[in-house]
C-alpha cells in the first residue's frame, strides 16, 4: 500500500517553470518505477516521464529537453522539474508510483500555463 501525494501545480506564464513534487509513504527501495502522467481537457492521458529505481529516464517527445524527471531516496520525494512551459503543457499531472504487478495515483496537481 502506496500513498501518493502530489504539489507544486499553478499558473505561470508562457517560457516560465515549475517543479513538481510528489511524496511517497514508503521507501523507494521497494518501488521499481515512479513517473508523470498529464491530461489536458478532453484528451486522452499521456505518460510524461518515468524513472527506474536505477535512474533510468524516458521521456516523451513533447517534454524531452525542457522536463526533469529525477527522485530523492532519502525525502521518498518524486520531481518534476519543468522549463520552458508552453500553454499546450496546460493539464492535470499525476505521479505513479509502480510495485511489481500493483500501481498506485497520486490524486493530481493542476498546471495552467497562460498569460
Known amino acids: 500500500q502506496v500513498q501518493l501525494v502530489e504539489s507544486g501545480g499553478g499558473l505561470v506564464q508562457p517560457g516560465g517553470s515549475l517543479r513538481l513534487s510528489c511524496v511517497a509513504s514508503?521507501?523507494?527501495?521497494?518501488?521499481?518505477?515512479m513517473g508523470w502522467y498529464r491530461q489536458a481537457p478532453g484528451e486522452q492521458r499521456e505518460l510524461v516521464a518515468t524513472?527506474?529505481?536505477?535512474?533510468?529516464?524516458k521521456y516523451a517527445d513533447s517534454a524531452k529537453g525542457r522536463f526533469t524527471i529525477s527522485r530523492d531516496d532519502a525525502k521518498t520525494t518524486l520531481y518534476l522539474q519543468m522549463n520552458s512551459l508552453k500553454p499546450e503543457d496546460t493539464a492535470v499531472y499525476y505521479c505513479?508510483?509502480?510495485?511489481?504487478?500493483?500501481?498506485?495515483w497520486g490524486q493530481g496537481t493542476q498546471v495552467t500555463v497562460s498569460s
Open positions: 514508503r521507501s523507494f527501495f521497494s518501488i521499481n518505477t
Open positions: 505513479y508510483a509502480q510495485i511489481i504487478f500493483s500501481t498506485y
Open positions: 524513472i527506474t529505481s536505477g535512474g533510468t529516464t
